[in-house]
T-cell receptor, first 110, second 114 residues
Framework: GEDVEQSLFLSVREGDSSVINCTYT??????LYWYKQEPGAGLQLLTYIFSNMDMKQDQRLTVLLNKKDKHLSLRIADTQTGDSAIYFCAEMDSSYKLIFGSGTRLLVRP | DGGITQSPKYLFRKEGQNVTLSCEQN?????MYWYRQDPGQGLRLIYYSQIVNDFQKGDIAEGYSVSREKKESFPLTVTSAQKNPTAFYLCASSMGENSNTEAFFGQGTRLTVV
């Protein structure tokens, strides 16, 4: 079946860039998403990319999509302590079902 | 304000009781979803609905039921058949088949069964 995988943990120093990676298996994915979850809260949509694009930039966020390798990444420039959270990668398949990865916990050290 | 609302934020129930979690959206979205999140884990899909009066099982539908009688509402019932119901439940909605398919989430309901 469809699967989305992410590494579980990433630690960076404040001011550095963070890169969170995600791989997926469904080649019929239409959209791919990055969500942020802070403790005890719901998920906040950060950005998304359509499957026929290879890059999208939105302020400090850059999404790169390698459709051939089914690899998605989220780069956060100038990472701040407020960026500490869990980041979820998700894909929407051709039946409009949303499938999530297990989340990457980002810890930003001062 | 347009958005997706889950209520209540915290819910406590005794073992063996059914409980219904509310999810309402005023975004005119066709698709709605229910996910379960356990501590330190990702989201697992329980049920989803692409259109009114229709819904499909997700990966972990056993012990849950849903209805979609109105476009705005997608309540989730956690039945006594669900063996481990204590979790954080998240509802989401998206346009579905239309061009803009961003998915938005509610703030979640934390269910504790004692």
């Amino acid at each position: 079946g469809e699967d989305v995988e992410q590494s579980l943990f990433l630690s960076v120093r404040e001011g550095d860039s963070s890169v969170i990676n995600c791989t997926y298996t469904d080649s019929s994915s239409t959209y791919l998403y990055w969500y942020k979850q802070e403790p005890g809260a719901g998920l906040q949509l950060l950005t998304y990319i359509f499957s026929n694009m290879d890059m999208k930039q939105d302020q400090r966020l850059t999404v790169l999509l390698n459709k051939k390798d089914k690899h998605l990444s989220l780069r956060i420039a100038d990472t701040q302590t407020g960026d500490s959270a869990i980041y979820f990668c998700a894909e929407m398949d051709s039946s409009y079902k949303l499938i999530f990865g297990s989340g990457t916990r980002l810890l930003v050290r001062p | 304000d347009g958005g997706i609302t889950q209520s209540p934020k915290y819910l406590f129930r005794k073992e063996g009781q059914n409980v219904t979690l509310s999810c309402e959206q005023n975004l005119n979205h066709d698709a709605m979803y229910w996910y379960r999140q356990d501590p330190g884990q990702g989201l697992r899909l329980i049920y989803y609905s692409q259109i009114v009066n229709d819904f499909q099982k997700g990966d972990i539908a056993e012990g849950y039921s849903v209805s979609r009688e109105k476009k705005e509402s997608f309540p989730l019932t956690v039945t006594s058949a669900q063996k481990n119901p204590t979790a954080f439940y998240l509802c989401a909605s998206s346009m579905g088949e239309n061009s803009n398919t961003e998915a938005f989430f509610g703030q979640g309901t934390r269910l504790t069964v004692v």
